[in-house]
């Protein structure tokens, strides 16, 4: 199975910072149709998981521009920029390009 | 606007079976397939597996295929998910979550909790 690795598990931040969370697979995760299949959920205390970004870095409808995604291969990583009160949340990596699906072990964002 | 509605708590007893449902609105139900998740108390993400409505067919990860029967029914746009010999392991929050545009996991329902006890 791909394993992701997510670090750090846990990420305190200000208001207006700046912050980035990685998430490195135990194998490249593109495809042989040139799409890389890495995606990033957030998921709010109480809430159901949301998509934040998919194939990388292409920003779901709706999601702000403060988010972004990078990477290649096998080291991936989600970028807030500036961090916002509602950004509080866990945060999980996920690859679909080899079943069974996985996810990262997920890293929790708090406020300092 | 894409709504997946699951089916209220669910209490079973050790040994016994689960049903939850998954209903879908919104848009065609067999164009997309529909994944699981469970997640345990205060745990991450662990995906069961998915089922294509329009065919039957599913796929699951090798942990489940023994816990977890999926199955959907095209006339009432609904997906389901069984789960088998509860023991105290199962108890979790189970999601359905429809495919996107090259993401599995692109809408969500509200989550299922469902408690094994006796």
């Known amino acids: 199975d791909v394993v992701l690795t997510q670090t750090p598990p846990t990420l305190s931040a200000t208001i207006g910072q700046s912050v980035s969370i990685s998430c490195r697979s135990s194998?490249?995760?593109?495809?042989?149709?040139?799409?890389?299949?890495l995606h990033w959920l957030l998921q709010r205390p109480g809430q159901s998981p949301q998509l934040l970004i998919y194939?990388?870095?292409r920003l779901e409808s709706g999601v702000p521009n403060r988010f972004s995604g990078s990477g290649s291969g096998t080291d991936f990583t989600l970028t807030i920029n500036p961090v916002q009160a509602d950004d509080i949340a866990t945060y999980y990596c996920?690859?679909?390009?080899?079943?069974?699906?996985?996810f990262g072990g997920g890293t929790k964002l708090e406020l300092k | 606007e894409v709504q997946l509605q699951q089916s209220g708590p669910e209490v079973g007893r050790p040994g016994s079976s689960v049903k939850i449902s998954c209903k879908a609105s919104?848009?065609?139900?067999?164009?997309?397939?529909m994944n699981w998740v469970k997640q345990s108390p205060g745990q991450g993400l662990e995906w069961i597996g998915w089922?294509?409505?329009?065919?039957?067919?599913?796929d699951y990860a090798e942990k489940f295929k023994k816990k977890a029967t999926l199955t959907a029914d095209t006339s009432s746009n609904t997906a389901y998910i069984q789960l088998s010999s509860l023991t105290s392991e199962d108890t979790a929050t189970y999601f359905c979550?429809?495919?996107?545009?090259?993401?599995?996991?692109?809408?969500w329902g509200q989550g299922t909790l469902v408690t094994v006890s006796s």
């Open positions: 979550a429809r495919s996107g545009p090259g993401c599995p996991f692109a809408y």
């Open positions: 919104g848009y065609t139900f067999t164009d997309y397939v």
């Open positions: 089922i294509d409505p329009e065919y039957g067919s599913t």
């Open positions: 194998q490249s995760l593109l495809h042989s149709n040139g799409n890389t299949y």
């Open positions: 194939l990388v870095s």
């Open positions: 996920q690859q679909s390009r080899e079943s069974p699906w996985t």
